[in-house]
């Protein structure tokens, strides 16, 4: 078995739409239910090599699409943006409408 990088998670919450429905329901099923590639494969109909393969690419995919768009890492910029503006005193209103935002 190959090591879950959790972070990936992240990545999915992002870019899940731009996903076949086959590479989300093997992610989902590896990282968010935690079931085992042969558990997934038996679900699929497909084998343990195979599931395991298809979430290797999906893994790669998400890396590109952070690597090409970068969402992640400009969200990750503006919760600090928005935690500077509550250090620095803005109006909860201000702050509850950055926080919807994100």
Excluded: H, N
């Excluded at 919450?13 to 590896?30: M, N, Q, T, V």
């Excluded at 990282?31 to 679900?43: K, M, P, R, T």
């Excluded at 084998?47 to 970068?70: F, P």
């Excluded at 503006?78 to 702050?95: D, M, N, P, R």
Aim: glycine share 4%; hydrophobic share 35%; aromatic share 6%.
């Amino acid at each position: 078995m190959f090591e879950k990088d959790l972070s990936l998670s992240l990545l999915y919450d992002i870019y899940s739409p731009l996903l076949s429905e086959k590479k989300r329901e093997a992610f989902e099923g590896y990282y968010l239910s935690d079931l085992s590639l042969s558990e997934i494969a038996q679900d699929t109909g497909t084998s343990r090599q195979a599931v395991r393969d298809l979430i290797s690419r999906t893994c790669t995919e998400l890396r590109e699409y952070e690597e090409k768009l970068g969402l992640l890492e400009k969200r990750k910029e503006l919760v600090a943006l928005c935690e500077k503006a509550e250090q620095a005193g803005a109006s909860s209103e201000i702050l509850d409408q950055i926080r919807e935002i994100l």
